[in-house]
T-cell receptor, first 115, second 112 residues
Framework: KAGVTQTPRYLIKTRGQQVTLSCSPISGHRSVSWYQQTPGQGLQFLFEYFSETQRNKGNFPGRFSGRQFSNSRSEMNVSTLELGDSALYLC??????????????FGQGTRLTVV | GDSVTQMEGPVTLSEEAFLTINCTYTATGYPSLFWYVQYPGEGLQLLLKATKADDKGSNKGFEATYRKETTSFHLEKGSVQVSDSAVYFCALSDQGYSTLTFGKGTMLLVSP
């Protein structure tokens, strides 16, 4: 069974540009979450989608947005990139939101470098 | 809010040594607790989990017991291998929801 797939694996962008990252969850999983990993802040929750609806959001500025499609694939977008947005962005999928279906499976991440 | 505190690394051990990585948490309600492992250049892999007090999670020789009285979930392994070198993250999800709160991570370095 295929795991969580994130594309691209690496990105280099210039300050002020915008970027879109993609995540394909494990087949049958309906929940997708995004996390930002940096050396200074560690792993921080960005947002979670379930059945195309954002169910939870972390403490990030409005430049960070996301969406989920009917096939559960998700994208996150960062506009007006700043140097501090350089990070590993991890996507996780799970069967559902609560109860026994909450085990999260992570992709390999997208390494974003802003120059 | 919820938080997870784990010991800072790196933890440096010789092969076959005993490993303990401490993890304590603060949460409202009754969280589920997890240990994830991250190998260089990779995403996170679930190592083990426990969903209620006194549960013991175990996998690949690693163990952790959910201690509600001390709000702890310490990771242990009796005999580490070089291949265990990685970063280990303690995490919780509150009341069964899938959003995870992570600790800062502990790097483990095992030498032959």
């Amino acid at each position: 069974k295929a795991g969580v797939t994130q594309t691209p694996r690496y990105l280099i962008k210039t300050r002020g540009q915008q970027v879109t990252l993609s995540c394909s969850p494990i087949s049958g999983h309906r929940s997708v979450s995004w996390y930002q990993q940096t050396p200074g802040q560690g792993l921080q929750f960005l947002f979670e989608y379930f059945s195309e609806t954002q169910r939870n959001k972390g403490n990030f500025p409005g430049r960070f947005s996301g969406r989920q499609f009917s096939n559960s694939r998700s994208e996150m977008n960062v506009s007006t990139l700043e140097l501090g947005d350089s990070a590993l962005y991890l996507c996780a999928s799970s069967l559902g939101l609560a109860g026994a279906n909450t085990e999260a499976f992570f992709g390999q991440g997208t390494r974003l470098t802003v120059v | 809010g919820d938080s997870v505190t784990q010991m800072e690394g790196p933890v440096t051990l010789s092969e076959e040594a005993f490993l303990t990585i401490n993890c304590t948490y603060t949460a409202t309600g009754y969280p589920s607790l997890f240990w994830y492992v991250q190998y260089p250049g990779e995403g996170l892999q679930l190592l083990l989990k426990a969903t209620k007090a006194d549960d013991k999670g175990s996998n690949k020789g690693f163990e952790a017991t959910y201690r509600k009285e001390t709000t702890s979930f310490h990771l242990e392994k009796g005999s580490v291998q070089v291949s265990d070198s990685a970063v280990y993250f303690c995490a919780l999800s509150d009341q069964g929801y899938s959003t995870l709160t992570f600790g800062k991570g502990t790097m483990l370095l095992v030498s032959p």
